[in-house]
């Protein structure tokens, strides 16, 4: 019987069995068989290497240093350069693009993109604070201890405050936009109402928008003695809307409407009283006298006469220049009429643009006139 009938015949259980189930095993005289089994054995154990393979066995040599050497096209046996084509195949990098420092390889370049990525994702970008002392004082701020700086780049605005006493002190709010040269823009006080400021004399709170600049610092230009601690807070967020050029208290004052003290075209008009005075004792408003006054103010936004004296009243309006006792000039007069009694609604008169002065008239000076200004 050949080892080949052997295997195919063995049971599918082989060990202790009863007699009659029992299979007799008859090993062949030639030995060649067995040794080829030994070889395989042994090679196995031992691993593959060439000294382990028999006769002919060369393919798991092949591979076995191959593998160890590298996939080049020289560790390949004759034929088997596919390896040699995935090593060299790696491609190569775009025009522009480095590789991130600290890293190397696919990990390197991996962790690079993320932090790029990251960057690029954020929406929260945290404060930056630079602290200082202000000792010396020089205008040009080349002395060291006289400016505090910070660059700006990414902030939008910036929180300053100065703590210390001082006696003769002067601090300038400098920003550069191209790091060389200075200019004095505006700080606002942490005060409700404040307008804005080049400068300071005095400790306090102040924030500017810093988003033109390339870098922004305080400069002490004047001291006597003391010194400054300074703080530096800068955002990426704007705080203070800026206003070009700075003006009307930098939108923080009270909007006036437009207008003037008028000039006057009037014709046949009667003769006008001097400031302050009463009417004569002849023509259509004979001995009224001056119930009310309402200064020139250029500031004005309204002025509102009301008569509910039950009578005529007449109102005079000059440009306000002239003092008491004097002729007034540009001055006009016109008549707001009475209602049926005193009390009554009679004729009212009002104006968003007249910024001149206006003088009140009445028959009586118990006349009630009602008059509001804004």
Known sequence: MSFATLVVNLPAKLGRLLSAASLSVTLASDDAAVTAL???????????????????????????????????????????????????AQGAGGTGIAEPTGGSGLLGWLSGIYQAVIGTLSVWTPNKQVTGTLTVADPTGAATGSTVTINTDSLGALGIKLSGTTVGATVLFQGSVDGNTWDNPKAYPLTIGAAGVQ??????????????FKQFRVCLSALTSGSFAVVLNGTSAVKHVGVKNGNAADLQATVVSAGSTGLDYSANKPAIPTVGSTFANSGPYASYVLVA???????????????????????????????????????????????????AQGGSWTSTTFKGRLQIYAPLSSAIVSVMVD
């Open 199 to 212: 400068s300071t004399t005095a400790a306090g709170d102040f924030e500017v928008n810093c988003a033109a």
């Open 38 to 88: 030994s070889a395989i054995e042994t090679s196995a154990a031992a691993g593959a290497t060439a000294a382990n393979q028999v006769t002919g066995n060369t393919a798991l040599e092949a591979i076995e240093t191959s593998v160890a050497s590298g996939a080049t096209a020289a560790n390949q046996a004759t034929g088997n350069t596919s390896l040699a084509t995935i090593a060299t």
């Open 293 to 343: 006054t309402v200064p020139a103010l250029a500031a004005r936004n309204n002025v509102d006469i009301e008569n509910i004296s039950g009578a005529q009243i007449a109102v005079v309006r000059d440009d306000g220049t002239q003092a008491t006792g004097n002729a007034p000039t540009n001055a006009s007069v016109f008549a707001i009429g009475g209602g049926i009694a005193a009390g």
